[in-house]
């Protein structure tokens, strides 16, 4: 995003999760799915893709696991963007 010309803040889940309210408030009514990072050991092991958590479920669990959540997440106004998607970022900067 920066070489697009985008300012950034930053966060490192790692140091600073999301709490169980913020990721319910960014997750708002978008598929809470995609939110999901299939790539994680713990999203592999319980084999979400096929029997997926609850919403509430997944939202406790990203907020206990950060590396479940799919990033990098962008916000810009009530626009979101998460994983990364080079076409869809350029599409958030103006």
Same mark, same amino acid.
């Given at each position: 995003?920066?070489?697009?010309?985008?300012?950034?803040? =930053?966060?490192? /889940?790692?140091?600073? $999760?999301? =709490?169980?309210?913020? /990721? %319910?408030?960014?997750?708002?009514? $978008? %598929?809470y799915q995609g939110f999901l990072n299939p790539r994680n050991d713990l999203y592999r092991a319980r084999k979400m893709k096929e029997n997926p958590p609850s919403r509430a479920e997944a939202i406790k669990l990203m907020a206990k696991e950060p590396n479940l959540i799919r990033r990098p997440v962008v916000v810009r106004g009530s626009q979101i963007q998460f994983g990364f998607e080079e076409e869809q970022f350029k599409k958030l900067v103006p």
């Open positions: 995003m920066l070489e697009l010309g985008a300012e950034l803040e =930053s966060r490192d /889940l790692g140091k600073e $999760r999301l =709490s169980e309210a913020e /990721l %319910d408030e960014l997750i708002g009514n $978008r %598929d």
